[in-house]
């Protein structure tokens, strides 16, 4: 492996990088380098986030900038504010030795005087976001005649994001004897055909496999139904006690709600998404840097340009679309030789996903049982025994105080002092998890062979099946199902609209066509069964009561039947025609409608039945 030195960078930029902790240079560092700083033609440069792409192209750009001349010589085009922000901080650390040069981040959501100020005095390199760089082309502030390299940054996420009509308008106003770089993580076809319009027989550099995963990030997936995935996540969180990590959603929305959650529910959790203002988003990231917050739930797009190199878990509460946006999410962990963990939440109809992406990051997805409240408490309680094992003492301030606290402590043995301390820190986790069922949909139950009749022979609860609670549990049944339209939002929405005080915890839900089963616990059965008594449902009467054996398919039948009989009698009473008799017996309507005491004339209803 070559140095930074080997490799031609310059003494002030060695210098600088030294003082950063560089050692030795990343691959996609000892390949890009050296052919930007001696040799002509573009690049293509695809390596994972996380793995040195800035510096790459960041220190031969500097190395090539001619700190005499005030012109911006070098142009760096980035799809997010976080991610210029993030890029324009890195390349002035660089430049740190060289005092001539000028870099300026260009964004939205910011002072475009201060900016047009800075621009006036004379910057060497604008490092801008693609909105803003041409509202400044637009009123002459920026003029990019003299500019020699142009550097697109998250190439892949430009394209999400749109932008490819603003790239082709700046580039019309760059010479066309540039030297154009694009970087990316991923390399889909898109992103190729961007390659050939734009650029000139470029060379592609590859560090790793194109969309291969990072050899440091294990990959696991529990599986769950949808409506368990938000007890899912607390659970991971709650077994991993010193989890730093990242939770990615799929939208905004998602994204806030599960932020809400967490901060309610005690954990120490803040969302980034695209609804903050700048000052927010801003203040979100400096405390998961600075690891106020442990949990940060964001969307993809509000992600970028956050960058950190000691996260333990990224988290998918959804899979996404594009395989390409998994590697990039997965890519953030694992970082600088560190192991990390992407975890996948995923419902039975996500697992033909899970296999796409696979295919193309070359690595199995480790199955995981959901853990279960037992280990959970366990793994807590040694976690906070390590704690104490590890905590500093200062015995000079401490012993001052000791006489008074063992004289107030002395009755307690040393087992009941212990329990108070546990107890004090594990409380409210024993009384969340007393009577937790477990959510798991375990992988060996999901299988099940299908025999001639079309049954599964394993692996499929029949309705017995879904009458059984856990322990702890009540099953409940209300009258009405999918076929009137309830949906399990439906369900939660009624019940906490009809229960006073704390909202009850609902869990699995069975979705039948006119019926529904759920459990709640044991202590909260009662006061929703009563709450649940004066409740409809669009107009249509809620009952309620403790699941039984009873045949709920059988007399939801019946109902229909009787309100089938009870409509036909309304609608012929009201056309002045007989109502017809039950199917289970009798004549005819027609022939008794053709008997003479039918006021003794047939052309009556003859003529009816014509209209």
């Known amino acids: 492996m070559k140095s930074f030195e080997e490799l031609g960078v310059a003494p002030e930029l060695l210098r ?8 030795n240079p990343m691959p996609i560092q000892e390949m890009v380098i050296p052919h930007l700083l001696s040799e002509d033609g573009d690049v293509v440069g695809l390596a994972q986030t996380g793995t040195g792409k800035t510096a790459a192209f960041g220190l031969p750009v500097l190395q090539r900038i001619d700190p005499d001349s005030d012109h911006a010589q070098a142009l760096v085009i980035a799809p997010t504010r976080e991610l210029c922000l993030q890029i324009a901080g890195d390349l002035a650390d660089f430049s740190k030795y060289q005092d001539k040069i000028k870099i300026l981040p260009v964004y939205g959501g910011s002072s475009i005087d201060s900016q047009i100020r800075a621009l006036r005095k004379g910057v060497q390199v604008i490092v801008a976001t693609p909105g803003r760089l041409i509202d400044l082309i637009k009123r002459g502030e920026v003029k990019l005649d003299d500019v020699h390299t142009v550097i697109l940054d998250e190439a892949d996420e430009m394209l999400n994001m749109g932008f490819l009509d603003d790239i082709n308008e700046i580039l019309s106003h760059v010479p066309e004897e540039r030297k154009m770089l ?55 969180a709650d077994n991993n ?11 905004r929305k998602d994204t806030q709600e599960i932020a809400d959650k967490l901060i309610n529910d005690g954990y120490n959790a803040d969302c980034l998404h695209g609804d903050l203002s700048q000052q927010q988003r801003d203040l979100a990231m400096k405390k998961f840097r600075d690891h106020v917050t442990q949990l940060l739930v964001a969307t993809d797009v509000a992600a970028r340009g956050l960058d950190v190199d000691d996260l333990t878990h990224v988290i998918n509460y959804g899979l996404p679309d594009d395989v390409a946006v998994y590697t990039h999410r997965s890519g953030r962990t694992g970082r600088a030789n560190k192991t990390g963990v992407s975890v996948a939440i995923i419902h039975s109809r996500e697992k033909h996903k899970l296999r796409e992406i696979e295919k193309i990051i070359g690595k199995e997805f480790e199955y995981r049982k959901v853990p279960t409240p037992e ?25 001052k ?5 063992r004289k107030k402590l002395e009755w307690l043995s040393e087992e009941d002092l212990l329990k108070r301390v546990l107890s004090l820190e594990f409380n409210r986790l024993l009384a969340y998890y007393q009577h937790m069922p477990d959510i798991d949909l ?35 049944m209300v009258n009405i199902g999918k076929a009137q339209g309830f ?53 249509q009467k809620v009952r309620a009561e403790i699941a039984t054996d009873r045949d709920y398919r059988l007399e939801a039948k019946d109902r229909r039947e009787k309100a089938r009989r009870k409509s036909e009698k309304k609608a012929s009473a009201k056309e002045g025609i007989p109502a017809k008799k039950s199917r289970k017996g009798g004549k005819s309507d027609k022939k008794k409608a053709e008997k003479p005491d039918y ?7 003859i003529n009816k039945k014509k209209k």
């Open 16 to 23: 600088a990088i030294n003082e950063l902790g560089f050692e």
């Open 182 to 236: 694009m970087f990316s993580a991923t390399m889909p076809k898109e992103i190729a055909n961007i390659a050939k319009r734009f650029m000139k027989d470029p060379v592609e550099f590859v560090a790793g496999n194109k969309n291969e995963g990072s050899k440091n990030v294990k990959h696991i997936y529990y599986m769950v139904k949808a409506h368990d995935k938000y007890l899912a996540l607390k659970r991971i």
């Open 241 to 251: 006690p010193d989890i730093y990590g990242i939770i990615f959603c799929r939208t």
């Open 375 to 399: 280990h959970i408490i366990e793994k807590q309680l040694y976690n906070l025994a390590d704690r104490l094992e590890r905590v500093q003492v200062n015995e000079d301030e401490i012993n």
């Open 401 to 405: 105080y000791l006489p008074g606290v």
């Open 442 to 476: 375990n992988e060996s139950d999901k299988g099940g062979k299908r025999d001639k009749a079309g049954k599964r022979e394993r692996g499929e609860k029949g309705d017995k099946d879904r009458r059984t609670a856990p322990d702890g549990m009540e099953r409940l």
């Open 487 to 539: 949906f399990p939002g439906n369900l939660m929405e009624l019940v906490n609209r009809s229960v006073n005080g704390p909202k009850p915890e609902i869990g699995r839900i069975d979705l039948l066509p006119d019926y529904t089963l759920f459990d709640v616990r044991k202590d909260d059965a009662r006061r929703i069964l009563d709450a649940l008594k004066h409740a409809d449902f669009f107009g």
């Open 599 to 605: 006021n003794g004339n047939y052309d009556i209803f």
